[in-house]
């Protein structure tokens, strides 16, 4: 379970973060969902420990990694997968050198082992066979599935995402959505990911959580949030210009 407790963090003096909670039950698919700059990636990068907060915790089953050392952090970190908003795959490497990097850079698994693993899990995202094409070849959803793959690679108790459908259509965006919530349920991971779009939050979310002015101000289900009462929720959600978010 991951536990996030009065997380505050600022950038030039400008706060993000002010004093943040929230819980992420294992097993549970949470999206963040807040306008663009609210600070939803700079939460994900804490909940890896690629930023220290100024103060506040985060607990991953009871361990506080706020105050880990380099090396604790680095264990701790391969019990997770990141998928990036840009894929993040490397041009020089093939799809299956991408895919097995986190293998042989963390792994003493032999190379036969690697490459069986490598197509197993190119095989959950539906990308069979193409082990030896280059990035450059795909189209933005493949890499996107990839960037999939390789975050599963190291079978991770947690996956994050950044802006999952970011640049795809509408059509790619909701098959991107359908994969994210399948691998959920086969591999019982829990995932957290960051977007503002609520198309996407809807189709994969267990709860969703709103973050505003550096706070959590609404958790709940879908059907819970279509519901709620909140001026703030309702203007995201609904996608209008005007209301309490902007006229501030």
Same mark, same amino acid.
């Given at each position: 379970m991951?536990?996030?407790?009065?997380?505050?963090?600022?950038?030039? &003096?400008?706060?993000? =973060?002010?004093?943040?909670?929230?819980?992420? @039950?294992?097993?549970?698919?949470?999206?963040?969902?807040?306008? *663009? !700059?609210?600070?939803?990636?700079?939460?994900?990068? %804490?909940?890896? !420990?690629? $930023?220290?907060?100024?103060? !506040?915790?985060?607990?991953?089953?009871?361990?506080?990694?706020?105050?880990?050392?380099?090396? @604790?952090?680095?264990e701790?970190?391969?019990?997770?997968?990141?998928?990036f908003?840009?894929?993040?795959?490397?041009?020089?490497? *093939?799809?299956?050198?991408?895919?097995?990097?986190?293998?042989?850079? %963390?792994?003493r698994?032999?190379?036969?082992?690697?490459?069986?693993?490598?197509?197993?899990?190119?095989?959950?995202?539906? =990308?069979?066979?193409?082990?030896?094409? +280059?990035?450059?070849? =795909?189209?933005? !959803? $493949?890499?996107?599935?990839? &960037?999939?793959a +390789?975050?599963?690679?190291?079978?991770?108790?947690?996956?994050?995402y950044?802006e999952?459908?970011? &640049?795809?259509?509408?059509?790619?965006?909701?098959?991107i959505?359908?994969?994210? +919530?399948n691998?959920?349920?086969?591999? *019982?991971?829990? *995932?957290?990911?960051?977007? %503002?779009?609520?198309?996407?939050?809807? +189709?994969?979310?267990?709860?969703?959580?709103?973050? %505003?002015?550096?706070?959590?101000?609404?958790?709940?289900?879908?059907?819970?949030?279509?519901?709620?009462?909140?001026?703030?929720?309702?203007q995201?959600?609904?996608?209008?210009?005007?209301?309490?978010?902007?006229?501030?």
């Amino acid at each position: 379970m991951i536990v996030i407790e009065g997380l505050e963090k600022s950038f030039d &003096g400008r706060p993000v =973060l002010r004093g943040l909670d929230l819980t992420i @039950q294992d097993g549970e698919s949470l999206v963040v969902i807040g306008r *663009s !700059g609210c600070g939803k990636s700079v939460l994900l990068k %804490h909940l890896i !420990g690629l $930023m220290r907060p100024e103060s !506040g915790h985060v607990y991953i089953d009871g361990n506080d990694l706020t105050t880990m050392r380099e090396e @604790q952090l680095n264990e701790l970190r391969k019990r997770f997968g990141m998928v990036f908003q840009g894929a993040a795959l490397f041009d020089s490497l *093939s799809v299956g050198e991408n895919v097995a990097l986190p293998l042989r850079e %963390h792994t003493r698994l032999s190379e036969k082992d690697i490459r069986k693993r490598v197509s197993e899990k190119l095989g959950l995202v539906e =990308l069979e066979g193409i082990e030896d094409a +280059r990035p450059s070849s =795909l189209s933005g !959803g $493949m890499k996107k599935r990839v &960037g999939l793959a +390789r975050a599963i690679a190291m079978d991770p108790e947690f996956v994050l995402y950044d802006e999952p459908t970011t &640049g795809l259509d509408p059509i790619m965006a909701d098959a991107i959505n359908s994969l994210i +919530r399948n691998l959920q349920k086969k591999l *019982s991971i829990t *995932s957290v990911a960051v977007t %503002h779009d609520m198309r996407s939050a809807y +189709r994969i979310a267990d709860k969703i959580a709103m973050l %505003h002015d550096g706070k959590i101000i609404y958790k709940g289900t879908p059907d819970e949030i279509r519901r709620c009462q909140d001026s703030r929720v309702c203007q995201f959600i609904s996608g209008s210009a005007s209301g309490p978010i902007t006229d501030s």
